[in-house]
């Protein structure tokens, strides 16, 4: 992916410089759009802002996308259970214990090295830590997982996840007997206050999150739900 600068229009008031710009940059998440105004390539009216200014409805936004860096991580022969594979993507069946794409202090035994291993070249879409990771799983949820090998591939899957063309459905066991046969469970989402290695319903600067989930059987203690991810 070549660099690339576009400008858009604030369309609202009091809204945070990277909601903005991931709002209107859909194939990009929120931490790299970060990453990028950090770097000082976002500039607001001509002046180059934090990620939480608040804009002002008709602030003119340059967003300037640099080019994906070489990738750094090392490919690495890493055995993958592939479900399907074109010229385009391929869905793997991500093993529970498996982390996606490398992080700080974790550099190697991740999905990203087995695929860059296994494909030898990835969209570079979302940086160079995540070369082809259109969507993700925590390290200990198995299942499945489509990477996009070019460009154009990643565009068409992102764009199929944010108007939910594409649906996401996961199986689950609680704690607790769910009383419901069926419900829809609403929240923000975003670091624990606490422990920010996890994720929990927060009550500001979360990530609005719709969840419908139904029971399949039960278990005394624990439930064995079906959830679908608006």
Known sequence: MSDSTKVYTADQDGERLD?????????????HVQKVIAEGQALVSGRVRKANYKLQAGEEVTFHLPEAKPVEILPEDIPLDILYEDSDII?????????VHPATGIYTGTLVNALLYHCKDLSGINGEIRPGIVHRLDKDTSGVM???????????????IRTKAAHRIY???V?????????VIKGDIGRHPTDRKKMAIVHEHGKPAVTHFRVLERFGD?????????
């Open 19 to 31: 909601r903005f710009l991931t709002r209107m940059e859909p194939t990009l998440s929120r931490a």
């Open 91 to 99: 869905v793997i069946n991500k093993a529970r214990g498996m982390v």
């Open 146 to 160: 489509v990477a996009a090998k070019n460009d154009a591939a990643h565009l068409d899957l992102a764009e199929q």
């Open 171 to 173: 199986w689950a066991i």
């Open 175 to 183: 704690c607790g007997n769910i009383r419901e046969e069926a419900g």
């Open 222 to 230: 624990y439930t064995l739900v079906e959830c679908r991810l608006e």
